[in-house]
């Protein structure tokens, strides 16, 4: 059995794919993988370091109006095609799974012009042009949202990485807090901004750290590994410790009452698989799919939402901090977080693929 996986640019598109690959070994040892992604993406990173093999092909961004741009897109589009094929040819792939980027259109079509059945996996409530031209190519259409934007999408969740469906939050709490240098007693924030960091949300948080401490809550603040700041807050108890980034998120979710986040699919699927509550300030930019996840949790009483244009250190204040102060709020919270989430998606999407390939 030979799987090919299309997925790259964010991590909202990366991990997604990796966790699929896991489930994949996990039912399969004898089954080979290979991922396709471009060199200006997450995945020339993270797929390497998950031990799988990664084909780089072509980037071809498909402007989304017309532009002088748009008359390059047909020749760099074949390109991409044919390396895909090429790939395709070498390896022998039984089935192609798309899941969203720059790599995902050439694959598809790559795909469809081998013969090779496609399996289409969005995350999104709203899909992006790949996916929409992807699902038009299969009938293997799977959604991580309940009732996306694709018509035959059957919703099974986001595939997620087993340190975190397996992850227990409260008995890895002490030792998570440790982990970060942070006490076992204290309520505690967890702040970060997706894969990338978020400039707003740093800056409000940092901002209002002085009167966090004041209050009694410690921060383990991950800024995101291409942002800086002016000011780091000076030592002092309760701690407030700023990070670039953080490999173990599983540790990061299990150390903290609450987070304050943006609202990505990844980091909403990831968070309510969990069961830990966020306030979510969804990104301003793009076609609003990060408000419709956080609208969601929010409904269900699992979260809070704010918009980025509102988010201020005295809003993080008069809101984030009377939750973190009311253990039985939390703890509710955190149980309505959990019975929005899904567990098993990397195994339904890895036996739906094996028998697909099949």
Known sequence: ????????????????????????????????????GTERGLESRLVPARGYELELVPAVPLPRSITPSLLTVPG?????????AAVIDRV????????????????????????VPIVVHEANPRPGLANRLGARLTEHVFSGFPDG?????????????????????LSMGDKARSWFGLENDRPTLLVFGGSQGSRSINQAALAAAPMLRRAGVQVLHVLGPNNTVDREPPPGDPQYVLLPYVDR?????????????????????EL????LPAAYVPLPHGNGEQRINAERIARGYGGLMVDDTELSPEWIIHNVLPILH??????????????LGRKDADIMLARKVLEIAR
Do not use: Q, W
């Open 1 to 36: 059995m030979r799987v090919v996986l299309a997925g790259g640019g964010t991590a909202g598109h990366i991990e997604p794919a990796l966790a699929l690959a896991d489930a994949l070994r996990h039912l399969d040892r004898g089954v080979g993988i290979t991922c396709v």
């Open 76 to 84: 760099r589009l074949a390109g991409a095609i044919n390396a895909v």
């Open 92 to 115: 022998k792939a039984d089935v192609l799974v798309g899941f969203g980027g720059y790599v995902a259109t050439p694959a598809y079509l790559a795909a469809k012009r081998r013969g």
């Open 149 to 169: 934007a694709l018509p035959k999408a059957e919703f099974i969740g986001t595939p997620l990485r087993r340190e975190i469906v397996t992850l227990d939050r």
């Open 249 to 269: 998120m599983d540790l990061a979710y299990a150390a903290a009452d609450l987070a304050l986040c943006r609202s990505g699919a990844l980091t909403c699927a």
């Open 272 to 275: 309510t698989a969990v069961g």
């Open 326 to 339: 009311d253990p039985e709020r939390v703890a509710a919270m955190s149980e309505a977080a959990s019975r």
